[in-house]
Nanobody, 129 residues
Framework: QLQLVESGGGLVQPGGSLRLSCVAS????????IGWFRQAPGKGREGVSC????????YYADSVKGRFTVSRDIAKNTVYLQMNSLKPEDTAVYYC??????????????????????WGQGTQVIVSS
């Protein structure tokens, strides 16, 4: 059983930055791809950014390309999401999620997947002046 715990959310002004962290624990194999998803009030879930187990494959939604960076510290079982140039439309609950998937497109496969077995509890991000 894989457990995921997010942290790092908060209130930030437009143009500001935040870094989210997702710590994985429990049964961790070397084929887990981990990603960040978000859901704003009244909107559907969006795959924001995902990263493969080795870190060699990454995926970004068009809405965050050039502003967000995903990274992974394998030794710490932690995935980070550095969010820069934040906009009010980035306001949402951000969730960390994982699925066992490998391959050169693992990150994209997770971010567009509708079947994801492991989720964190979410962390709120509010971008407002």
């Amino acid at each position: 059983q894989l457990q995921l715990v997010e942290s790092g959310g908060g209130l930030v002004q437009p143009g500001g930055s935040l870094r989210l962290s997702c710590v994985a624990s429990g049964f961790i194999s070397d084929d887990y791809t981990i990603g960040w998803f978000r859901q704003a009030p009244g909107k559907g879930r969006e795959g924001v950014s995902c990263i493969s187990s080795s870190g060699s494959s990454t995926y970004y939604a068009d809405s965050v390309k050039g502003r967000f960076t995903v990274s992974r510290d394998i030794a710490k079982n932690t995935v980070y999401l550095q969010m820069n140039s934040l906009k009010p439309e980035d306001t949402a609950v951000y969730y960390c999620a994982a699925r066992r998937v490998v391959g050169s497109s693992a990150a994209q496969a997770l971010c567009v997947s509708i079947r994801i077995p492991s989720w964190g509890q979410g962390t709120q991000v509010i971008v407002s002046s």
